[in-house]
């Protein structure tokens, strides 16, 4: 009996490699799709920011209506702020304006306008109400990659001092606030 010939078992290799890279990426998908269902994967948390550590270093100029900030104003902070990244061009965003509007007379509010154009960013806020106090622009989006966002609406609580306390990568609602955001806050203000 002889053996095959090399090039037919490198033909043979070469057709099996993209079948067990199809297997691999299955057997991933699975494990991930069998973690949500029993609550161990959550989608949203990846890309999450290191939760207790000071906010990056950044500066985003005034978005119409309102006024730019950095880091040094969030760290200057006594008092919580929300920090929320949002874009005109976003649907869940849209979305997501009657609860932060809803929360606007409880808890201060900063908004970052996401690789959105000016006029677009301050006709969506004039169109679904603005419940931002200050008001920045992340043209190019090189702000949200040093928040570490993968997308939008993405909102941080900072605590005294620029700290993260809090971050969440979909759009708030009633369940949110109630059941984490809120318990959050009563925490910081007892401490």
């Not at 999450?48 to 500066?59: E, H, I, Q, Y």
């Not at 969030?74 to 061009?89: D, E, G, H, I």
Request: hydrophobic fraction near 40%; include cysteine.
């Amino acid at each position: 009996m002889s053996n095959p010939p090399e090039n037919m078992t490198r033909r043979r290799l070469l057709m099996a490699a993209p079948l067990a890279g199809a297997a691999i990426v299955g057997v991933g998908f699975w494990k991930m799709l069998s973690g949500m269902q029993h609550g161990s994967f959550n989608p949203h948390d990846i890309n999450a920011p290191v939760l207790n550590r000071p906010v990056p270093d950044f500066s985003v100029p005034d978005q119409a209506p309102g006024q730019g900030f950095s880091a040094q104003d969030l760290r200057a902070l006594t008092q919580p702020v929300l920090v929320n990244f949002f874009a005109s061009w976003c649907i869940p965003c849209l979305a997501e304006m009657p609860t932060l509007m809803g929360l606007k007379d409880d808890l201060t509010m900063w908004g970052i306008a996401y690789k959105d154009r000016p006029e677009n960013a301050a006709g969506f806020l004039k169109h679904s109400g603005n419940p931002f106090t200050r008001l920045g622009s992340d043209r190019d989006g090189r702000v949200g990659i040093d928040w570490g966002i993968s997308g939008v609406p993405e909102t941080f609580l900072i605590g005294p001092g620029g700290i993260i306390r809090w971050h969440s990568a979909a759009p708030l609602d009633v369940d949110s606030i109630r059941g984490t955001l809120v318990p959050l806050l009563e925490s910081l203000k007892k401490s």
